[in-house]
């Protein structure tokens, strides 16, 4: 299996490296540290699968996802966080990927989760698959955050965990102008009035530790 690994830290790029070179029938075949390079080595090389990472600056890994689903709906996408399951994988798994993991992981489920996605299959936690069977069972209602476009969530989380508008600029490669649109956006959608109804919102329903 030849995998591009997409990732801004050459830290994480390089565990992700050291772990597959241990596994004889896997191998790196390039990495990214950024969206647009990550989309220029997948339109010129094949690659087997793709382990992207959710979080970067600029284009988010959800962004980049869902122009490989158009452009290479075929190519298997294993999408990894340092977000727990219940604030991303939903997202993530709608959105097209073939599977989600955190980099708190275990090497071992690192493998098992490349193997089950490149055999054409969902890969998600059994803590997961639990929790989204319960969901079902329940036939919850839809959440406000539930409405939020991606960005936007990104956004909510980010403001709840205690960032100023600035520093969510700055680490999504944004203006200061369109993160406090996107706030203005996500107050109005959820009906809520001030970062601090937003952060007890995203407390109260285990959006953030």
Do not use: W
Not at 82 to 107: C, H, I, N
Not at 141 to 168: F, M, N, W
Not at 195 to 206: D, K, Q, V
């Amino acid at each position: 299996m030849n995998i591009l690994i997409v990732d801004d830290h050459a830290v994480v790029r390089a565990g992700l490296r050291q772990i597959i070179s241990g596994v004889s029938d896997m191998a790196v075949a390039d990495e990214a540290d950024s969206a647009v390079e990550a989309l220029a080595k997948i339109r010129k090389k094949v690659y087997s699968m793709v382990i992207l990472d959710i979080s970067m600056p600029g284009k988010s890994g959800l962004d980049v996802l869902k122009e490989i689903r158009n452009e290479h709906p075929r190519l298997p996408v294993l999408m990894l966080s340092m977000y727990p399951e219940d604030q991303y994988a939903m997202r993530a798994l709608r959105s097209g990927a073939a599977g989600y993991m955190t980099k708190d992981s275990a090497p071992e489920e690192l493998v098992t989760a490349i193997r089950t996605v490149a055999a054409g299959r969902k890969y998600i936690s059994s803590d997961l698959a639990e929790r989204l069977a319960f969901n079902l069972e329940a036939d919850m209602k839809k959440e406000p955050h539930e409405i939020l476009s991606d960005r936007e969530y990104q956004v909510l989380c980010t403001i709840a965990s205690g960032r100023t508008v600035s520093e969510i600029a700055d680490q999504l490669s944004l203006s200061v102008k369109t993160i406090s649109t996107y706030r203005s956006r996500i107050l109005e959608k959820m009906q809520l009035k001030n970062n601090a109804e937003l952060t007890n919102y995203a407390i109260r329903n285990h959006l953030i530790d």
